[in-house]
């Protein structure tokens, strides 16, 4: 039986041979060990968030999945590192279709999980209905005509901005931030509104961020991107308006948000901040 250690993990290999016993089991490699609790919240968000096939060596755990809500920005770098890469043969790729394939590779990553969030929220608010019956519409697996509307504004609007910001010097700088700003402005929202029903999938990721994590993470991406130059920090402002915007309004028709908005927030905001990067450059 042999010990070894890495930072913050005790692990230990026993190998079974055959014909020889062993508590641990047998007739196997066995492998042991300790993991800290946030690695395990950062699994359990990358798993998710994304569609990234990672074995969890653990059970599910709910309070280690909500003290993994503050990696959703970690979780969109990873997203963002991924989306670099077809950058690399740009030189190879023609204009039209370099955006095409940035947003193909973007939905085998995450898949539909927030984009889902756009056609629930536009079939819901633009429904004229009451509270009730929106929030009925929007729990509806099915995506009705306002909800396609919206589908199709977001791939568009997501195409021109990749195309235009794909054409900069730090075309792969900004193609990073996307899903990192992505995720934050999700946390922004969840910290700046309320649940709005008694349950449901979004209400622990809305009643468990607080406004200090919303008011640090504003100010954390407000110095990141000024660091990074004032057309990213302007493109950062117009969206963070865009998406409170989005939050007090949606929280003034149904009495609060759910955790389609969230989704809603984290796709939409990052259409607006590529768009608005466009602008600004």
């Not at 021109?160 to 794909?166: P, T």
């Not at 004032?230 to 309004?249: E, G, N, W």
Request: one cysteine or more; hydrophobic letters at 55%.
């Amino acid at each position: 039986m042999d010990f070894f250690r890495i930072p913050g993990i005790w692990c230990i290999i026993g190998s079974i041979k055959e014909g020889e016993a062993s508590d641990l089991t047998d007739q196997c490699l066995m492998r042991v060990y300790i993991m800290p609790r946030f690695m395990k919240s950062f699994i359990l968000m990358m798993t998710f968030l994304t569609r990234i096939p990672i074995p969890m060596g653990f059970e599910f755990d709910t309070k280690d999945f909500e003290n993994g809500f503050i990696y959703f920005p970690i979780v969109g770098g990873v997203v963002g590192s991924i989306l670099m890469l077809p950058l690399l043969a740009v030189e190879h790729v023609p204009e039209m279709v370099m955006p095409f394939f940035i947003i193909i590779l973007y939905l085998l990553i995450v898949g539909g999980l927030h984009i889902d969030g756009i056609g629930d929220v536009f079939d819901g608010i633009f429904s004229a209905r009451d509270r009730d019956r929106m929030l009925v519409i929007m729990e509806d697996s099915h995506v009705g005509a306002f909800g396609v509307v919206g589908l199709i504004l977001y791939f568009i609007g997501m195409f021109i901005g990749l195309y235009e910001v794909c054409q900069k010097d730090q075309a792969m700088l900004y193609v990073f931030l996307l899903p990192v700003l992505g995720r934050s402005f999700g946390l922004i929202g969840a910290g700046a509104g309320r649940y709005a029903k008694e349950t449901g999938l979004g209400k622990s990721l809305i009643d468990g961020t607080k406004p200090v994590v919303s008011v640090a993470l504003v100010m954390i991406s407000c110095l990141v991107t000024y660091v990074i130059g004032l057309p990213v920090l302007v493109a950062f402002l117009v969206t963070l308006t865009v998406v409170l915007t989005i939050v007090f309004r949606i929280q003034k028709l149904l009495g609060g948000i759910t955790g389609d908005v969230i989704g809603l927030l984290v796709e939409v905001s990052q259409v607006v901040f590529l768009l608005a990067l466009s602008v600004s450059l």
